[in-house]
Nanobody, 123 residues
Framework: QVRLAESGGGLVQAGASLKLSCTDS????????MGWFHRPPGEQRDVVAT????????YYADSRKGRFTISRDNAKDTVYLQMDNLKPEDTGVYFC????????????????WGQGIEVTVSS
């Protein structure tokens, strides 16, 4: 059974918007946060944004500040990523993650990964 189920990806033109959704079917009271990672074609995955379940406190990668908005609906165990003014460099696979935690060396620890969803932005 898939714990993290993503939806909302697709093909859009530059400047358009998309909203990704992720429902956590295995969420427990000990879960702390959720987030989204992005893997551009041929590159490694990197964090996009994170949000805490209880306070709603958010974190954004610098490249996404002002264009992307992460939010959550605790009652639905669902996290969203609103992506506006999309650019071709936003193309890639987006992964929903559970409990993303930054490490001292700049890397991230994640307890669970979604299967990923494709986003393609044409110029």
């Amino acid at each position: 059974q898939v714990r993290l189920a993503e939806s909302g990806g697709g093909l859009v033109q530059a400047g358009a918007s998309l909203k990704l959704s992720c429902t956590d079917s295995g969420r427990s009271n000990s879960d702390y946060s959720m987030g989204w990672f992005h893997r551009p074609p041929g590159e490694q995955r990197d964090v996009v944004a994170t949000i805490m379940w209880d306070t709603g406190k958010t974190y954004y990668a610098d490249s996404r500040k002002g264009r992307f908005t992460i939010s959550r609906d605790n009652a639905k165990d669902t996290v969203y990523l609103q992506m506006d003014n999309l650019k071709p460099e936003d193309t890639g696979v987006y992964f929903c993650v559970a409990d993303p935690t930054p490490d001292r060396d700049g890397s991230w620890f994640v307890s669970s990964w979604g299967q990923g969803i494709e986003v393609t932005v044409s110029s």
